[in-house]
């Protein structure tokens, strides 16, 4: 019979750059007494935990050792597989680059976790990076020697560089990851002060404006691009990972896969950036992705942030364009148009409703309707 409350938590470990399994259990003589039969069963005082090699050998003897003892909790150890249809995260470029000496590298623990859990490559950039600037600005202190002393410190230093509320959180993140996720200690700095909560409003293109910038594009295939973002309403890093049988033009659809939040949905297909799609691709003929690079890779999303950039500069708007510009005004332009609030978080595939209503602070067609008090008794 089990023992009521008596469970099992497993974790990943890298100890000495191998893949080790961690056990972390409450004080219980019956299950310490259990972990010494293990076979090659070790501790670290890293880590502060037990752990033993990573193999299917070893995690057979952790189930047949404690069956009917206790609960070997694994939501955590396989948390890579319940992330149905994301793909592998490669982020060998921080592990093979060439540092100096004097810089610390994010720990090899802190990659691996975000492999195993999947995260978006660009997230994982920005953890990288901001990571690292907190852990090279105390360098003469081991991380398990950090504290939230120098947290605070680093902070503050960066509120005092007026970096962003966006920037800010970030750092935070990175760094929570790293002790909350990678160490294994929930809430370890759930007192750390954020920044309060900044709303700005998207910036948004008029119609002739979306139509001056695609007139002003300098090949079908810069025209595609900016249409496709515009009528689609796709982020940048939707569009370049769109292969050609993403596009369903039997349904007038489009199938956007692995978005932010490891999400799919469909979003719709313009008849005019269709006719426009077949004519570029009789010309380019892309294989695999939509978009590709001279050599046939992946467009880059620097290339479509100088196409949009150019032809916003072409068409002489004062404004600095960028892609996400042409997906804010996808969203005001169908909510001016009377189109459903609902359809459109659907179509931008936002989680919540509340991210979609700001766009009714800046579709002018609702501020028009609204009169002024003053005009009310003048």
Known sequence: ??????????????????????????????????????????????????????????????????????????RLFYINKIQKGN???????????????????????YLIKLELKRYAYNTAKTYISLFEKFINRFYKIPLNELTENEIR??????????????????????????????????????????????TTLPKVLSIEEVMALINNTNNYKHRCIVSLLYSAGLRRSELINLNLTDIDSDRMLIHVKNAKGNKDRYTILSK?????????????????????????????????????????????????????????????????????LRYIQSLLGHSSSTTTEIYTQVATKFLQVVQSPL???S
């Open 1 to 74: 019979m089990r023992h009521l409350g008596l469970h099992i938590s497993l974790k990943h470990l890298l100890i000495d750059q191998i893949k080790m399994i961690g056990l972390v259990f409450p004080p219980n003589k019956v299950l310490q007494k259990l972990m010494k039969t293990l076979p090659s069963i070790k501790w670290s005082t890293e880590y502060n935990i037990v752990y033993v090699i990573n193999s299917q050998e070893k995690l057979i003897q952790i189930y047949d050792t404690f069956r009917g003892i206790a609960w070997v909790d694994t």
């Open 272 to 340: 005019t950036t269709l006719i426009d799609l077949r004519i570029y691709f009789k010309k380019w003929r892309p294989k695999k992705f939509l978009f590709e690079g001279p050599k046939g890779n992946q467009y880059s999303p620097s290339s479509v942030l100088k196409i949009v950039n150019k032809a916003g500069e072409k068409a002489n708007i004062k404004k600095r364009v960028t892609p996400h510009m042409l997906r804010h005004s996808f969203a005001t332009h169908l909510l001016e148009n009377n189109t459903d």
């Open 87 to 109: 793909q592998k995260l490669n982020i060998d470029y921080f592990r093979n680059r060439k540092l100096e000496n004097t810089y610390r590298a994010c720990p090899e623990s």
């Open 375 to 377: 005009d009310l008794i």
């Open 153 to 198: 410190q680093y902070l503050k230093e960066l509120n005092d560089q007026s970096k962003s509320n966006s920037y800010i959180h970030q750092a935070i993140n990175s760094i929570k990851f790293y002790f909350e996720i990678v160490l294994g200690m929930p809430n370890r700095f759930y007192e750390i002060e954020r920044p309060r909560p900044q």
